[in-house]
Antibody
């Protein structure tokens, strides 16, 4: 069974940076595109970024373009999200997801909380 | 990015059937059959209930079914049970090679 374990969420000041990691197991990581999806407190789901199986960048949401960078290390079965110039509106639970096809999540991690506050 | 439109809330009594709609455009729901539905209980991660419009992952009850007509997808829950009370989100692959989520529907079991 697929397992995804996110880490790296923390309290950070506006303008600061964080790197989220997502360690995958239970499936052939290098065969699947991966995504990051976030959910602000009490709000709906927002698709943030996706990366192809070989590391090709598929998508960034306009709200994070130029500030966030998605990457992956297939030798470590890990996908990352580097978040720079963080804003209050970036505060959310960030979920890592394994994709069915290029963009559709079919298995989600438990999430990691990013708090942006001074 | 645009979002898919869902009713804010749907309710039903145990044993009844309910249907949640997911309205999109010709650039997402109407463009292909890559529509998914997710169930999310409070404080938990989303769980896929339906993928590719009407396919059910192993382990998901056959009380859950999906369909699509034009730019609108639907999720039907038959034989409603207390454990079905949760938030439900649709999503669709888009012609811009991205994914868009629905606004979410809170299902209440009366």
């Amino acid at each position: 069974e697929a397992q995804l374990l996110e880490s790296g969420g923390n309290l950070v000041q506006p303008g600061g940076s964080l790197r989220l990691s997502c360690a995958a197991s239970g499936f052939t990581f290098s065969n699947h595109a991966m995504s990051w999806v976030r959910q602000a407190p009490g709000k709906g789901l927002e698709y943030v970024s996706a990366i192809g199986a070989s590391g090709d960048i598929i998508y960034y949401a306009d709200s994070v373009k130029g500030r966030f960078t998605i990457s992956r290390d297939n030798s470590k079965n890990t996908v990352y999200l580097q978040m720079n110039s963080l804003r209050v509106e970036d505060m959310a639970v960030y979920y890592c997801a394994k994709n069915r096809g290029p963009t559709s999540p079919d298995y989600w991690g438990q999430g990691t909380l990013v708090t942006v506050s001074s | 990015q645009s979002v898919l439109t869902q009713p804010a809330s749907v309710s039903g009594s145990p044993g009844q059937s309910i249907t949640i709609s997911c309205s999109g455009t010709s650039g997402d729901v109407g463009a292909h059959n890559y529509v998914s539905w997710y169930q999310q209980h409070p404080g938990k991660a989303p769980k896929v209930m339906i993928y590719d419009v009407s396919s059910r992952p192993s382990g998901v009850s056959d009380r859950f079914s999906g369909s699509k007509s034009g730019n609108t997808a639907s999720l039907t829950i038959s034989g409603l049970q207390a454990e079905d009370e949760a938030d439900y989100y649709c999503s669709s692959h888009t012609t811009r090679n991205s994914e868009v989520f629905g606004t979410g529907t809170k299902v209440t079991v009366l």
